[in-house]
């Protein structure tokens, strides 16, 4: 057992009295935990505001701040390795895996493209000089005024007292046409189908839904009809597509049984013997008189 320790302990030794002699990359080292800092920060940000998820719209300045420095890590030219090997290669694609890298992409993708914060925001991105900016988009700011307005409503007719026990008949009476105003712009814009909000909108409209249905118990009568509008249009849809194709699928059926019909009818033998002479077609064409002429010649 003693024998397996002793190299692991040379090992945290040498780890915890650093000696810049072994380490080939400690010029590196302080750009890595440059990176390793913002990375947390935008890290612990996502998580604090992953119950609802609200990244992009309170998780900004620490996203900017992340990919910064990311860029910066990517573009160390100029500083290097014992081994003259660029920082930008040490931190990115020196060894068999970058945590560096690996975090990153979770950070952008996962995270920030997920949520999809480019419907809400747009970052006007500048890294040479460290001034990149923000400007929301224009929908996402009407959403948040007729969402304070509805909230503005909300507290000033609220008891909170009542509201905690459910009893939240005074807002549902007085906050009903606020609520109808937020609720009626969130709906044109989600269902226009080249749309998006990012899903911080969505969240809070969600969780505002339920809050006024669900909790306070505020009728939403006139709001049943549009959620059920999506699933109606989808109950259509179908119902057409299966009368359609039960029709051309008849159509073609019976079409094939008429061209089967046809085959068959065309394969019959001509008809033979005495009766032959009854259904040809030249006892149809040839006059009375010439039919008993034969007639009394046969007989003769």
Known sequence: ?????????LLVASVSTFDETWD??????????RLANAQARMTQCAINYSTPPKVCTNCIDEYINFKQIEYDTRHLDEVT??????????????????YSHEISTALTTNIWEKSRCS???????????????????????????????????????SDTGSLLYGNASTICDECGQTYENLFDFYWKIYTEPSIDFCIDVETT????????????????????????DA?????????????LTLFYGG???????????????SRLEAPRGPRSRLVSSSSFFSSPGASVVTAVSAHS
């Not at 409209?205 to 059920?228: F, Q, Y």
Request: charged letters at 20%; glycine letters at 2%.
């Open 1 to 9: 057992m003693t024998h397996h320790v002793f190299p692991l302990l």
């Open 24 to 33: 080939l990359d400690g010029p590196c080292q302080e750009y890595v935990q």
């Open 81 to 98: 390795s014992l081994d003259n090997t660029t920082c930008a290669s040490v931190i990115y694609g020196n060894y068999l895996m970058s």
């Open 119 to 157: 419907s809400c925001l747009e970052i006007n991105w500048d890294f040479q000089d460290h001034n990149s900016t923000i400007r929301y988009d224009e929908k996402t700011i009407q959403f948040q005024e007729v969402l304070f307005k509805w909230r503005d409503c909300v507290t000033n007719y």
């Open 205 to 228: 409209m969600n969780d505002t839904t339920h809050l006024w249905a669900n909790v306070w118990k505020c009728p939403e009568d006139t709001h049943i009809g549009r959620h059920s």
């Open 231 to 243: 699933l109606m249009l989808m109950i259509a849809v179908t119902v057409l597509i299966i009368m």
């Open 251 to 265: 159509s073609y059926i019976q079409t094939e049984r008429a061209e089967q019909n046809l085959i068959r009818y």
